[in-house]
Nanobody
């Protein structure tokens, strides 16, 4: 069974940091593009970041550039990380791990993890 399981969400004050993790299992994700989306209450889903299968290319949404860093470890089971620094209240959302064969086809989704940033 294919699974993407996120962890690391929580409550943090503005200016603080959190690190999200996504453990992938059920197939070989080493060749997949992986990334993160988020959705805040009443808002559309927003692209946050993505990383190529090798880790050589990274992509970021404009609202998180310079503050968030995506990375991955393909050593055993693929794990993707999202280091979030200088967090703002507007970063509050459910964060979803995603995966796919290419950047424009990220069709596998995790169940999401809540991030809440207080002012």
């Amino acid at each position: 069974q294919v699974q993407l399981v996120e962890s690391g969400g929580g409550l943090v004050q503005a200016g603080g940091s959190l690190r999200l993790s996504c453990a992938a299992s059920g197939r070989t994700f080493g060749t997949y593009v992986m990334g993160w989306f988020r959705q805040a209450p009443g808002k559309e889903r927003e692209f946050v970041a993505a990383i190529s299968w090798s880790g050589g290319r990274t992509y970021y949404g404009d609202s998180v550039k310079g503050r968030f860093t995506i990375s991955r470890d393909n050593a055993k089971n693929t794990t993707v990380y999202l280091q979030m620094n200088s967090l703002k209240p507007e970063d509050t959302a459910v964060y979803y791990c995603v995966a796919g064969r290419e950047l424009g086809a990220l069709r596998l989704w995790g169940q999401g993890t809540q991030v809440t940033v207080t002012s």
